[in-house]
Nanobody
Framework: QVQLVESGGGLVQAGGSLRLSCAAS????????MGWYRQAPGKQRELVAR????????RYADSVKGRFTISEDNAKNTVYLQMNSLNTEDTGVYYC???????????????WGQGTQVTVSS
């Protein structure tokens, strides 16, 4: 079984920073990519940032470019999201996502964390 455990959410004032972490654990054969999505109240879940395993490629939502940085620690199967210059529109539940091949499967699939709340106050 594979689990994603997130940490680092919380309440911050506009202009502040937060760092999210997500660790994948369990019966993992390989991790192909990890990333972060967010869902604001009344809105659809959207991609925030994604990184391929080994850091070969990153992708960001236009709204966070220049403010957020995604990074990884391959040895720990952990992904981080450094969020700077936060504004109220960054408020939402942030979900970790990973494309993982378990040892018990022939191919990978998406796994999701339970979500962590980020609230930015004005």
């Amino acid at each position: 079984q594979v689990q994603l455990v997130e940490s680092g959410g919380g309440l911050v004032q506009a202009g502040g920073s937060l760092r999210l972490s997500c660790a994948a654990s369990g019966n993992i054969y390989s991790v192909s990519a990890m990333g972060w999505y967010r869902q604001a109240p009344g809105k659809q879940r959207e991609l925030v940032a994604r990184i391929t395993s080994g850091g070969g490629s990153t992708r960001y939502a236009d709204s966070v470019k220049g403010r957020f940085t995604i990074s990884e620690d391959n040895a720990k199967n952990t992904v981080y999201l450094q969020m700077n210059s936060l504004n109220t529109e960054d408020t939402g539940v942030y979900y970790c996502n990973a494309l993982i091949t378990p040892r018990t499967a022939w191919y990978g699939r998406d796994y999701w964390g339970q979500g962590t709340q980020v609230t930015v106050s004005s």
